[in-house]
């Protein structure tokens, strides 16, 4: 079964093709949904001189990219659409102008080819992005899936939950982040330090080479009432606050003392986080996902929280934890697995509940 993922939902046009040993209607088994092309158009250079995305920009650049990150995809893949079985989409959530383009892209695809399609949410997408494999898979290792149910840390631009994974298209939000997204948060820092966008992997970058505990700032809620609440606004402030006492940084040492200052202070907020959620479930395994996770101080301190606690720890590649439709050809697999059809009514939704 080989399924076409696209994906538009914010700056990044993307096309892939998974294919999964096996049909479609197979029951309990996981295959590994093994990746044969994987393409992203990133808009980041084109965005990066408004500071941030540009929804009507995204929205026209997408127009132009699909076609060709569709072609590159099945070249890459070595395949036709003769080859295809099924198309999965983005539907949402995110930007309406710039999800509409991979729905009606798809949707021309599935109606000119009698293939059948499916709506994915992105944020399942981002979640199940673990479950992807390929052919090689680092250097012949098998590639075991992580294990259901389990607890999914969601860490995005956009959005920052724990989320208990019951089953494929099972989902319960434990906790979310009450004001702005770890990502957000990390965005909004580096612009503030005038680092670019998206500035999360130039922190990431500089934290690598500061002291995280050089600059003290809050670890916000960690209070017992607040359970399995995130916020990040406030981290923001502290960070701006300091900014203004102290000024911009004198020195790349500098940069680099306060970047590793603020990511140990995200980090340590959503590892207590995890560990509260733990304790809660009982849940024995954790799961990373969002474009946070690809940030190396986070992979490594719940690596090692979930070491200490004889729970499986699982995370995507990094460039299956940014935006990229691999990880929705995944997930419209299991739902086209659990029998699940769209029809050509099939529409972009900017807001849309996990
Ligand atoms: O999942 P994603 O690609 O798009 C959304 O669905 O939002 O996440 C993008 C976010 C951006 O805020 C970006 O700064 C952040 O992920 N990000 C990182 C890293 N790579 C991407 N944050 C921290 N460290 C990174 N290495
Ligand atoms: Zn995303």
Redesign the pocket.
Known sequence: MRVLGLES??D?TACAVVEVAGDATAGAGSPPVVVRADVVASQTAIHARWGGVVPEVAARQHVQNVIPVIAEALAQAGLTLDDLDAVAVTRGPGLIGALLVAVQAGKALAFARGLPIVGVH?LEG?LLAPYLSTADAAGGAPHRPPPLPHLGLLV????SSLVRVHDFGRYEVLGATQDD?A??A??KVGKLLGLGY????T??RLAAQGNPRAVALPRAMLGQRRGLQLSFSGLKTAAAAHLQRHGLPKDEAALADLCASFQAAVVEQLVRKTALALDQTGLKTVVLS???A???G?RAALKTLCEGRQIEFFVAP?RW???NAAMIACAGYYRLRRGERADLTLNALASLPL
């Open positions: 939902s914010c990044e992105h981002h995005s631009g956009g959005h997204a990502g957000e990390f965005d998206p500035a999360g992997p922190i990431d969002g474009g946070v690809a940030n190396r986070l990094p934890c940014t935006d």
